[in-house]
């Protein structure tokens, strides 16, 4: 299971800070499915964390560490995703284990034959099941293909498992060779490559599934660190408003990146290379809320809250003078807006009651003929008015505007751009007021330095970064001196619209 | 900016009167069958229809240019009520025809 490899430092140097740091993090609900997730997180704090109201029942589940009474309660849990979970606990005993294979959920018995400490006997029974499954499911789909005229696969998901058990016996092994092998799994994985992929698969074997057309190699594990995905918990630390400033202080010293951005900590020694740390810098906002929030002092700048079912939400900003591309697209970070991970967050407000003016807008790129399908004369009528206001040959009355706002809002819950408002002192200790000369040039140096780098789409976050740092007010003539120096129409651009 | 904040002439009678008659015909248009697959040949002078029976909600006030732009297409839009109008008609007579001959 991963660790959090700054927490890890100071368990190393200080034991008894690092206990007391986590004390101090499992207090705020925000921090809690990422210490559950850290592997070195002892049982004590999994059961302070079970007391919440709502706790990570399945990342403590999985844990080493998760108190033995709580694996024994949920052996037999109602809730087939708790067993699940708890099957995929590494300290179960043989005999959780037995009961586990028992199991009436396909789900809890596909999670256990994934463990590599499984008796012959648990294997024998769980292969059994497969087969029966894999039977049962074939010949159901035989039909169901028979009669749409589609090809008949035979269905091997309960396998894999087995398949890429070590211990697996060998006449097991020799019954799934003759499976069919390009039978795919959930994951796209075939069962001839989750087999390759066993270690005590004999070269024969191998040589088998190279002639039925399994590649030789290994597969890459696809498996995420979670941890990663959820937030190191000590990132989490720098998240959270007020937290106590002697452990930031421990994990700036442990080296965490962070720390970089802290106005209450000394520039120090920092091990920052921008493009390896970016997706943290994204992820936990920090950098946003260092650089976001006083734009607004510029009074021109406005910020956008984008709501897609198709595009994904994405929060973004626009001064004029300014042309800043966006490509929302769902799923991807976009370097020009904020769209990942994206969440309620208390430094900004979107503003969902839309004006009329606002509305004009929405209908703007729109044709009779996009809204035609919705066979209600009124979404046509305030698409007309919409366009005629818009291009200014009319002017909405009183009775008008509210009845363009209550089309618009009928109509267009999806697709929509609010206003959002930035509250600068929720987004604190991060400020780019409040921090450092010494700090201010040490970040936009490293930015710099990303955007240098030329990697992938790194550098155009870095270029976005170096934007907000041009058009922020506080931004000295020294940093100003640093940016110029950047090969970027986009940042000369921001610099030109702050020194006219 | 909303309409009492600049000075504009009410709608003329004379013009509200057009307005109620483009609503009419809009009412027939919209009814047929074939408004869905013929409304993109005929957008523009749709929508200045629409626009019309905005104006006749009082919904809107006109300028100047689309008091001229609507006055000039009332023709062209009684044409047009009176085009989806008859095949309207058309079909329902067929159908009428056809069941008389069941019947017989």
């Known amino acids: 299971m991963p660790t959090d490899p700054y927490l890890d430092r100071i368990e190393e140097q200080n034991p008894e800070l690092y206990l007391d740091l986590l004390s101090s993090l ?33 990342e403590i589940l999985q844990h080493p560490n998760c108190p033995r009474e709580v694996l024994e309660a949920n052996l037999r849990s109602p809730d087939s995703f708790n067993r699940m979970s708890t099957a995929s606990n590494p300290n179960l005993d043989q005999s959780q284990i037995e009961s586990l294979a028992k199991d009436d959920d396909a789900s809890v018995k596909i999670h256990l034959s994934r463990r590599p400490d499984l008796s012959e006997g648990v294997i024998r029974e769980l292969f059994e099941w497969a087969k029966k499954e894999s ?110 400033i002697q452990f930031i202080q421990a994990l700036a010293k442990a080296g965490h990146p962070f720390a970089l951005f802290h106005p209450d900590l000394p520039l120090g020694e920092f091990p920052t290379s921008f493009n390896d740390y970016l997706d943290y810098f994204i992820k936990s906002e920090i950098i ?50 904020m769209s990942y991970p994206f969440i309620d967050r208390d430094w900004v407000e979107v503003i969902e009651e839309q004006d009329a003016d606002d509305v004009v807008a929405l209908f703007e790129y729109r044709t009779i003929d996009e809204f035609i399908d919705y066979e209600a004369e009124e979404i046509l009528l305030a698409l007309s008015i919409s366009h005629t206001v818009s291009s200014n040959e009319a002017e909405l009355t009183e009775t008008g505007r509210e009845f363009l706002k209550s089309e618009g809002s009928t109509y267009f819950d999806d697709d929509v751009e609010y206003h959002a408002r930035i509250l600068p002192e929720k987004a604190l200790p991060y400020s780019w007021k409040r921090l450092s000369e010494e700090k201010r040039i040490a970040i936009t140096k490293m930015v710099i330095e990303g955007f240098n780098e030329k990697i992938d789409t790194k550098y155009q976050f870095a270029e976005h970064f170096l934007v907000c740092i041009a058009l922020l007010p506080s931004t000295s003539d020294a940093i100003h001196s640093l940016l110029e120096e950047v090969d970027s129409r986009t940042v000369r651009e921001a610099l030109n619209i702050s020194n006219p | 900016m909303s309409a009492d904040s600049k000075t504009f002439n009410p709608p003329t009678a004379e013009f509200q009167a057009i307005c109620a008659r483009v609503d009419g015909y809009l009412t027939s248009i919209t009814a047929s069958e074939e408004f869905i697959d013929l409304s993109s040949d005929n957008e523009e002078l749709l929508q200045l229809a629409f626009v019309a029976r905005g104006i006749f909600r009082e919904l809107i006030v006109p300028s100047k240019e689309l008091v001229d732009a609507i006055t000039g297409a009332e023709g062209e839009l009684k044409n047009l009520a009176e085009e989806f109008g008859e095949s309207e008609s058309e079909e329902d007579s067929d159908e009428d025809f056809e069941e008389e001959d069941e019947e017989d």
């Open chain 1, 26 to 58: 499992i207090k705020h609900k925000i921090a809690n499915k990422s210490i559950a997730r850290h592997g070195r997180t002892p049982s004590e704090a999994l059961s302070t964390i079970l007391k919440d109201s709502d706790p990570p029942i399945y």
């Open chain 1, 135 to 244: 039977r049962e499911e074939t010949e159901q789909w035989s039909s169901i293909a028979e009669e749409t005229g589609e090809e008949a696969t035979q269905k091997t998901s309960w396998f894999y498992g087995i398949a890429k058990n070590p211990d697996t016996p060998r006449d097991i092994i020799e019954a799934l060779l003759k499976f069919d092998l390009k039978a795919e799994d959930y994951d796209g994985s075939t069962l001839g490559q989750t087999l390759m992929s066993n270690p005590a698969l004999r070269e024969e074997d191998k040589a088998l599934l190279s002639i039925n057309g399994v590649p030789p190699k290994k597969l890459e594990s696809q498996e995420v660190n979670m941890l990663e995905h959820e937030g190191l918990p000590s990132s989490k630390a720098f998240e959270i408003p007020d937290f106590p």
């Open chain 1, 288 to 337: 946003y809320r260092t650089l976001w929030p006083e734009l607004i002092e510029r009074g021109n700048t406005k910020f956008f809250y984008l709501r897609s079912s198709h595009e994904g939400d994405a929060l973004y900003f626009h001064v004029p003078g300014l042309k800043l591309e966006h490509n929302f697209m769902r799923g991807e970070m976009t370097y020009n807006s």
